[in-house]
Structure formats: structure tokens, C-alpha cells
């Protein structure tokens, strides 16, 4: 584990292991880089460089209420890359990670990104009279209600493996998230509207579902099967929930590296 200061002053956590095609992990909202754990053995196992990364205020990284934002944490993975001198990626994205891929195609664009992986992310979570995709039950009506209960939600269907739970346990109690430092970048995070960037986006694209998850309000995948590009791909993974690569981590690491190798 290693750290690199960003732009402005913040210092990140961060892994890079392998030498072969660079894959980088990145966490949802209140995760750690420890989530990627199957994910970066099998993915060191198949030839892959693995870079997993702690975002502002999470996991091992600087705590701090300075550009608690998407776009921010967008320039954030930016500056990683620069700073690893990487000129072709793999990205992958779980919840809130999914969100900053796409903020990074918007600020970036998608030139160096080979391929990209979203987990269980709606491109908009905040419902309208036009869009129903987005977190259950969530409207301008109960946003400020809903947005405190969000870090409580049970997330997954099925229960993480022992091995799993004895690493975020201890990287948890070392270094615990604090709700109420990261409740501006979780509503920043609420309010954000991808549906137009990933319509926009040239690389291929594959989108991970959980059959089983229950915080969305309405099936947002219809809208990502209708998206009129011929490199985007949905994948729903059966009897899991909002984690399916800690869930079911055999089903979701064979899957992404169909997808990778296509």
C-alpha cells in the first residue's frame, strides 16, 4: 500500500500489484479498497496490473471536508493515473464508483479507458416525474430524510465470506468512516444525472446487476439496455443484492473477465 498527494493536498491510499494490462477498482460510497479483495487475487492470477484506491475521506486515506464532490474525486482518479504514467486502462466501478467513471468520461473523456465495468449503479438515483430508476422512494419531498438513512441500508442479499469479513472488520475499526464528515459527497453524489454521459461514451461498456437488490425504485436497467450503443452490455448476477462482488465474487470475477478478454 503506497499514497500520492493530489492537487489539492490531499493525500490518497492506494494499491498497484501486476504488470500486465491495468484494471483499477474502484469502491461505492463508505467502501474501502479491501472490498476488491477476490477481485485483485484473481485478477493478479489471470496477468492483470490491479489498482485499487481509498477516495478522500475513506479507508486509509486523508480525512477531510475539502471538495467532498464526484467531479473531484473524477480528478482524483485522473491524477492516480498520471501519476502511475498509465495510458491505457480498465476501469471498474461499484455504486458511487460507477458514478465517478462517468464523471471522469465528462471532465476526461474515454481515450485511455480500454474497457468499463458499473456495479449495481443507476444513472440517476434521484426519482422525478419522468424517471422512477432512481433510490427507492427517494424525491425532492423526503431527500433530506432519505439521504441520513442511506449509510444504514442493508445493501446485500447474500452474507460475505468469513475470510472477507475479518479484513473489513480490521480495516474498519482502524480506520472507521465517519457518516457525518461524508454526508456532503453523499448528497452531492444523489444529485448528480448521468443518463446523458453513458448515451455518449465510445468504449464498451458492461453493466453488473443484482437480481436480488432492493434499493432501487424501479428496474434503471431498462434504460441502460435501450442505450443506443453497440459496446454496451448487460449482465444481471441471480440471488444477490447491491454487492454482488462480494456476494458471489466466483459469478462476478468469470464475468468481468469475459468481459475484459472479449
Same mark, same amino acid.
Given at each position: 500500500?503506497?499514497?500520492? =498527494?493530489?492537487?489539492?493536498?490531499?493525500?490518497?491510499?492506494?494499491?498497484?500489484? +501486476?504488470?500486465?494490462?491495468? $484494471?483499477?477498482?474502484?469502491? +461505492?460510497?463508505?467502501?474501502?479498497?479491501?472490498?476488491?479483495?477476490?477481485?485483485?487475487?484473481?485478477?493478479?492470477?489471470?496477468? #492483470?496490473? $490491479?489498482?485499487?484506491?481509498?477516495?478522500?475521506?475513506?479507508?486509509?486515506?486523508?480525512?477531510?471536508?475539502?471538495?467532498?464532490?464526484?467531479?473531484?474525486?473524477?480528478?482524483?482518479?485522473?491524477?492516480?493515473?498520471?501519476? !502511475?504514467?498509465?495510458?491505457?486502462?480498465?476501469?471498474?466501478?461499484?455504486?458511487?464508483?460507477?458514478? $465517478?467513471?462517468?464523471?471522469?468520461? =465528462?471532465?476526461?473523456?474515454?481515450? @485511455?479507458?480500454?474497457?468499463?465495468?458499473?456495479?449495481?449503479?443507476?444513472?440517476?438515483? !434521484?426519482?422525478?416525474?419522468?424517471?422512477?430508476?432512481? !433510490?427507492?422512494?427517494?424525491?425532492?419531498?423526503? #431527500?433530506?430524510?432519505?439521504?441520513?438513512? @442511506?449509510? *444504514?441500508?442493508?445493501?446485500?442479499?447474500?452474507?460475505?465470506?468469513?475470510?472477507?469479513?475479518?479484513?473489513?472488520?480490521? $480495516?474498519?475499526?482502524?480506520?472507521?468512516?465517519?457518516?457525518?464528515?461524508?454526508?456532503?459527497?453523499?448528497?452531492?453524489?444523489?444529485?448528480?444525472?448521468?443518463?446523458?454521459?453513458?448515451?455518449?461514451?465510445? =468504449?464498451?461498456? !458492461?453493466?453488473?446487476?443484482?437480481?436480488?437488490?432492493? @434499493?432501487?425504485?424501479?428496474?434503471?436497467?431498462?434504460?441502460?439496455?435501450? @442505450?443506443?450503443?453497440?459496446?454496451?452490455?448487460?449482465?444481471?448476477?441471480?440471488?444477490?443484492?447491491?454487492?454482488?462482488?462480494?456476494?458471489?465474487?466466483?459469478? *462476478?470475477?468469470?464475468?468481468? #473477465?469475459? #468481459?475484459?478478454?472479449?
Amino acid at each position: 500500500m503506497t499514497s500520492f =498527494v493530489t492537487s489539492d493536498k490531499i493525500k490518497l491510499s492506494y494499491t498497484d500489484q +501486476g504488470k500486465g494490462q491495468a $484494471v483499477i477498482l474502484l469502491n +461505492g460510497y463508505a467502501g474501502v479498497k479491501e472490498e476488491w479483495y477476490y477481485q485483485s487475487i484473481y485478477l493478479l492470477k489471470c496477468g #492483470f496490473r $490491479v489498482i485499487t484506491l481509498d477516495w478522500r475521506s475513506h479507508g486509509a486515506s486523508t480525512r477531510t471536508t475539502k471538495n467532498l464532490k464526484i467531479m473531484r474525486l473524477a480528478a482524483d482518479l485522473h491524477e492516480l493515473i498520471e501519476n !502511475l504514467k498509465l495510458t491505457s486502462v480498465e476501469l471498474i466501478g461499484h455504486s458511487m464508483g460507477a458514478s $465517478v467513471i462517468w464523471a471522469y468520461t =465528462v471532465l476526461f473523456g474515454d481515450q @485511455i479507458i480500454d474497457r468499463m465495468v458499473t456495479i449495481d449503479e443507476s444513472p440517476k438515483l !434521484l426519482n422525478d416525474e419522468r424517471w422512477s430508476g432512481g !433510490l427507492a422512494n427517494l424525491k425532492w419531498d423526503n #431527500f433530506w430524510l432519505i439521504s441520513e438513512q @442511506i449509510p *444504514f441500508l442493508k445493501m446485500n442479499k447474500q452474507p460475505i465470506s468469513d475470510e472477507l469479513r475479518e479484513i473489513l472488520n480490521r $480495516v474498519k475499526k482502524e480506520t472507521p468512516f465517519d457518516v457525518d464528515l461524508g454526508h456532503e459527497l453523499l448528497i452531492d453524489h444523489l444529485l448528480q444525472d448521468w443518463r446523458q454521459a453513458i448515451r455518449d461514451i465510445k =468504449v464498451p461498456q !458492461l453493466f453488473v446487476k443484482g437480481a436480488c437488490t432492493k @434499493i432501487w425504485g424501479d428496474d434503471y436497467s431498462i434504460y441502460c439496455e435501450k @442505450i443506443n450503443n453497440k459496446y454496451s452490455k448487460l449482465i444481471t448476477i441471480d440471488n444477490v443484492g447491491h454487492m454482488p462482488q462480494v456476494e458471489d465474487y466466483k459469478s *462476478f470475477n468469470k464475468a468481468i #473477465f469475459n #468481459f475484459l478478454k472479449a
